[in-house]
C-alpha cells in the first residue's frame, strides 16, 4: 500500500524535482525578474509623467496590476510544459523517475504559487515608491483640481481589498480568480499543444468564449419565453407587458454554488486535464 | 524482462508495426539492426514507455511502461539518439539527476567517464555532441538500470570512443541487467552484442545469438567462383570472396554481422530454416 502511494507521492523525488526545474530555469527565471521591473518602471514612470493630476490612482495601479498579471502570467503559464514540444526535451523530461502528479505539481508551485508570489513582490516594489512619487509631485508642486479643489494623495492599491469601487470583487476576489481561471487554461495548454502554445490557447479560450456566447444567445435566449432575458448567472428577469418585472432566480445557495463551482472549480478541471494529459503523453 | 506480444503501432497513416513479438531476457546485450524507418527507434521509446501500442501487449519487469511509474523508470533507461542537456556543469547536473536513481554509482560513472577520458569538471554546455553523449552513456550505466535502451548510441563518436564504448558496455553486463543496442552501423556492435534481432517491415526478420549463428552458419573466405554461388551470400573481396554458407561441418568462424544482416535482408526465409524453429520469431 505504501509502496502504491509512493508510486504517485513521495515528498524526496518532489523536492529533488524542484531542485532539478530550479537548476534548469534559473536563468531565465532571475533575467525575467528585471525584465518585469522595467517594464513596470517604465509603465508607471509614463504614468506619473503624463498625468499631472491624478497620478497613479488606485484605480490605474488596479487596471496595472492585473494587465500585467494577466499577460506575464498566461505567457509563462503556456511555457511550463514547453519541453514535451521537443522530442529530445520530452523524453528527458518523461524519463525523469517521478510520477505525473509530481511532474505537475512542481511545474504548479513554479507556473501559479511561486510566479503569483513574485509578481506581486515585484509589483509592490515598484508600484510604492512610484506612487510615493506621484503624490510628492502634486505635494511639491501644490497642483490642484481645475476648480481649486486639493488633489488627495492616492493610495497604494491593495490586491487583497479587492477592485477600487467593486463591492463584489471585495468579498470574492473575482478578478484574481478569473487570472487564475484563465491560466490554468494556458498551463493545460502549454501540455495539450506541442508548439506555439500561447497563440493556439489564446484561439482556444476565444472560440470558448465564441462558443459559450453563441449558445447563450441562440439556445437558451430561444428557449426562453418570450419577453424574458438572462439577467445574472442564475437569474432570469421578464418585464412583461406590464412595468411590474418579474424574476426567476435560483436559491442563493445553489446560485452561490454555481458561481464557486465555476470560479474556484476551473482551474481544478484545467490542471486535473493536465494532469491526465501528462499521463498519456507520447514521444 | 521484456515480453511484447503482437504490437501494433502505426504513425497517423504510416504503419510501423503489424503484430511484433519478441522475448528480451537478461544477461544479453541484444543488437537491434534495421533499416532507416523501419521502428527500431519505436520499438525502443514503445518498451520505455513513451509510445503506447496501439494494439498488443509489452510488459518489462513486471511493469506496463505506458503507465511510466518512478520504480520503472528508475529500472529502464532510455540513451535517445537525439538529447538535449542543459547548460550545467558536468558534475552539477549529475548530482541533480542521480538523487532519482537510489542504485546509481558515483564510482561507476567516474570509471566509465575515466575510460571515456571525460573531462572531470566541465560544462555540459561546452562538450561536443559526442562528449555529451558519452557523459549520458556514463551516466545511464551507473544509473544500474536493468534494461538498458541506447539508440544509436555510437553516432557522434569518433573510432577511438567507438571502442572505450565497447569496452565500457562489456564491463557492465551481468546476469539481472538486458542491454539493447539499436543501430545501423552494424561494425560497431561487433565484439559487443552476443545477440541480433533484425527488424524490417515491423515484423521481426531474424532473432538469434551469436553462438547459435556460428553454430548454424559458416563465414568465410572463398576462392572457388562456383562456391560464391552456391552459396547463401557472398561478396567479393580482395581475398577471394567472402561467402556464408551452412555450416554442416560444425567449424569455427567469427559471424561477420554486416554480411549476415545484408544475407538477411536478402534471403531471410532460407536462413531462418537453418535455425530451429523456437527460437524464431
Known amino acids: ?283 | 524482462m521484456v515480453s511484447i506480444h503482437n504490437l501494433h503501432f502505426s504513425y497517423r497513416r504510416k504503419p510501423v508495426f503489424r503484430g511484433l513479438s519478441l522475448e528480451l531476457e537478461p544477461g544479453h546485450i541484444y543488437g537491434l539492426l534495421g533499416r532507416n524507418g523501419m521502428g527500431k527507434s519505436t520499438l525502443l521509446r514503445s518498451i520505455a514507455g513513451f509510445l503506447f501500442p496501439q494494439e498488443g501487449e509489452i510488459g518489462v519487469l513486471g511493469y506496463q511502461p505506458r503507465k511510466r511509474q518512478p520504480d520503472f523508470l528508475q529500472r529502464v533507461f532510455l540513451l535517445p539518439e537525439e538529447f538535449s542537456m542543459p547548460p550545467m556543469e558536468l558534475a552539477k547536473w549529475v548530482h541533480l539527476h542521480s538523487v532519482f536513481y537510489p542504485r546509481f554509482s558515483r564510482a561507476q560513472f567516474m570509471q566509465a567517464a575515466a575510460g571515456f577520458e571525460l573531462p572531470a569538471e566541465c560544462r555540459l554546455d561546452e562538450m561536443s555532441y559526442g562528449q555529451q553523449k558519452k557523459v549520458l552513456i556514463c551516466f545511464a550505466l551507473a544509473t544500474n538500470a536493468n534494461l538498458l535502451l541506447m539508440d544509436e548510441p555510437t553516432n557522434g563518436l569518433d573510432v577511438v570512443s567507438k571502442s572505450q564504448f565497447r569496452k565500457v558496455m562489456a564491463g557492465f553486463l551481468d546476469e539481472e541487467r538486458c542491454i539493447v543496442v539499436s543501430t545501423h552501423q552494424i561494425k560497431d556492435l561487433e565484439n559487443l552484442i552476443d545477440r541480433v534481432t533484425i527488424i524490417d517491415e515491423g515484423t521481426i526478420l531474424f532473432d538469434q545469438t551469436i553462438d547459435t549463428i556460428s553454430e548454424r552458419l559458416l563465414f568465410r573466405i572463398s576462392y572457388d567462383p562456383g562456391e560464391a554461388s552456391t552459396a547463401l551470400y557472398s561478396e567479393a573481396s580482395f581475398r577471394g570472396n567472402a561467402i556464408i554458407e551452412p555450416n554442416t561441418a560444425g567449424e569455427d568462424s567469427r559471424p561477420d554481422l554486416e554480411m549476415l544482416y545484408k544475407a538477411v535482408m536478402l534471403r531471410s526465409e532460407e536462413l531462418n530454416k537453418l535455425f530451429p524453429a523456437k527460437s524464431n520469431q
Open chain 1, 1 to 283: 500500500m505504501n509502496h502504491q502511494y509512493n508510486q504517485h507521492f513521495s515528498m524526496k523525488r518532489w523536492s529533488s524535482l524542484l531542485a532539478l526545474h530550479w537548476a534548469g530555469n534559473r536563468k531565465r527565471y532571475l533575467l525575467s525578474l528585471p525584465a518585469m521591473l522595467g517594464l513596470l518602471v517604465i509603465w508607471e514612470g509614463f504614468l506619473v509623467i503624463m498625468d499631472r493630476y491624478s497620478p497613479l490612482n488606485d484605480g490605474m495601479q488596479a487596471v496595472t496590476y492585473y494587465s500585467g498579471l494577466l499577460a506575464v502570467g498566461t505567457l509563462y503559464g503556456s511555457t511550463i510544459f514547453s519541453d514535451l514540444g521537443s522530442k529530445s526535451k520530452g523524453i528527458a523530461w518523461l524519463a525523469t523517475p517521478a510520477s505525473a502528479l509530481e511532474k505537475l505539481l512542481c511545474a504548479l508551485l513554479f507556473a501559479v504559487l511561486a510566479f503569483f508570489v513574485v509578481y506581486n513582490l515585484v509589483f509592490y516594489l515598484v508600484d510604492i515608491p512610484m506612487v510615493e512619487l506621484g503624490n510628492r509631485l502634486i505635494e511639491r508642486q501644490h497642483r490642484v483640481w481645475a476648480g481649486g479643489y486639493p488633489i488627495e494623495a492616492n493610495p497604494v492599491f491593495n490586491v487583497f481589498k479587492g477592485m477600487p469601487g467593486d463591492g463584489l470583487d471585495r468579498g470574492h476576489h473575482i478578478y484574481l480568480c478569473f487570472y487564475f481561471m484563465v491560466q490554468s487554461a494556458f498551463v493545460l495548454g502549454s501540455v495539450y499543444f506541442e508548439r506555439f502554445a500561447f497563440v493556439k490557447t489564446v484561439v482556444a479560450v476565444l472560440l470558448c468564449i465564441l462558443f459559450f456566447a453563441l449558445l447563450e444567445e441562440q439556445v437558451i435566449h430561444a428557449t426562453l419565453p418570450n419577453g424574458w432575458n438572462q439577467s445574472l448567472f442564475s437569474e432570469w428577469m421578464s418585464s412583461g407587458d406590464t412595468l411590474r418585472a418579474k424574476a426567476v432566480r435560483l436559491s442563493p445557495v445553489a446560485s452561490l454554488v454555481l458561481v464557486g463551482l465555476l470560479i474556484y472549480g476551473t482551474p481544478l478541471v484545467f490542471w486535473t486535464a493536465a494532469y491526465f494529459r501528462i499521463k498519456e503523453k507520447e514521444v
